[in-house]
Nanobody, 116 residues
Framework: QVQLVESGGGLVQPGGSLRLSCTAS????????MGWYRQAPGKQRELVAS???????NYADSVKGRSTISRDNAKNTIYLRMNDLKHGDTAVYYC??????????WGQGTQVTVSS
């Protein structure tokens, strides 16, 4: 089992920045990728960014160029830095850890609201 704890959400003005953190604990040796998903009201959960154990990254087109996902292996933590936030970024952001095909773990979610 893997446990994920997220932090860093909140209220941000349009054009602002934030950094989300997700710390993993438990059987983390089997994780091959971690990432951030988000779900806005009435919409499906979507991938925001992911990073593999080897450091390869992937971003949704909607955040590419203004977001950076990174990891600190010593702290078992990944980060998502988002700049130039837009109203469309408002959502609950979930941390994900992938252990294998169909084996995913999820954090409890953290609310990000972009509003003036």
């Amino acid at each position: 089992q893997v446990q994920l704890v997220e932090s860093g959400g909140g209220l941000v003005q349009p054009g602002g920045s934030l950094r989300l953190s997700c710390t993993a604990s438990g059987s983390i040796f089997s994780i091959y990728a971690m990432g951030w998903y988000r779900q806005a009201p009435g919409k499906q959960r979507e991938l925001v960014a992911s990073i593999t154990s080897g450091g390869s990254t992937n971003y949704a087109d909607s955040v590419k160029g203004r977001s950076t996902i990174s990891r600190d292996n010593a702290k078992n933590t990944i980060y998502l830095r988002m700049n130039d936030l837009k109203h469309g970024d408002t959502a609950v952001y979930y941390c994900n850890a992938a252990e294998g095909p169909g084996i995913d773990y999820w954090g409890q979610g953290t609310q990000v609201t972009v509003s003036s």
